[in-house]
């Protein structure tokens, strides 16, 4: 199993929906993750980091983190083209490990 | 402005010919890493940092190599270039202070075809 693994997606909504872009981990022992938007040809940037259990807003964005069943999710409400990028999902550090691993990331398309 | 830099931006080189990527952060950062990003592979990352003359192997390491030798600075260096590292690379810095350690600040990417 992947260390992080995402749906590649793409993923296709109207303008004004739900989009809902998840990852899956497989270790259990990971204690922070990341979601990132990259737009194409551009670096990634930051929009979202979540560390506890549960849910945490930051305007249109809402990141979910559920332990148990090893999982994390971001939400954007009321989706806009703007919006209309590659979000990838970062597991940060974890016990003695010092290294990152990146989801191959999901294309979100929203359309007009 | 707080920012990563990395030069060149683009690279056409050959197979075989010694190639250094520059990474430069002015954020004072204990964290620096490197990554190759390739259509249907996501971000990968090569090498990477914790401080001045501590380095570790990522998930893809070989065929590169790095140093640590200033705080700001972390090259990477390719002492062979062949085809299979034509891809577009990110430097990246962060500050270890807690949980946050692995916020990230990214560099514009360096696009390199090796022919």
């Known amino acids: 199993q992947k260390e992080v693994e995402q749906n590649s997606g793409p993923l296709s909504v109207p303008e004004g929906a739900i989009a809902s872009l998840n990852c899956t981990y497989s270790d259990r022992g990971s204690q922070s993750f990341f979601w990132y938007r990259q737009y194409s040809g551009k670096s990634p940037e930051l929009i979202m980091s979540i560390y506890s259990n549960g849910d945490k807003e930051d305007g249109r964005f809402t990141a979910q983190l559920n332990k148990a069943s090893q999982y994390v999710s971001l939400l954007i409400r009321d989706s806009q083209p703007s919006d209309s990028a590659t979000y990838l999902c970062?597991?940060?550090?974890?016990?003695?490990?010092?290294?990152?691993?990146f989801g191959k990331g999901t294309k979100l398309t929203v359309n007009p | 402005e707080a920012q990563v830099t990395q030069n060149p931006r683009y690279l056409i080189t050959v197979t075989g010919k010694k190639l250094t990527v520059t990474c430069s952060q002015n954020?004072?950062?204990?964290?620096m890493s490197w990554y190759r990003q390739d259509p249907g592979l996501g971000l990968r990352q090569i090498y990477y940092?914790?401080?001045?003359?501590?380095?570790d192997k990522g998930d893809v390491p070989e065929g590169y190599k790095v140093s640590r030798k200033e705080k700001r600075n972390f090259p990477l260096i390719l002492e062979s270039p062949s085809p299979n590292q034509t891809s577009l690379y990110f430097c990246?810095?962060?500050?270890?202070?807690?949980?946050?350690?692995?916020?990230?600040?990214f560099g514009p990417g360096t696009r390199l075809t090796v022919l």
């Open positions: 954020m004072n950062h204990e964290y």
């Open positions: 990246a810095s962060s500050s270890p202070a807690g949980l946050s350690y692995n916020e990230q600040f």
């Open positions: 940092s914790m401080n001045v003359e501590v380095t």
């Open positions: 970062l597991r940060g550090k974890q016990g003695g490990s010092e290294k990152l691993v």
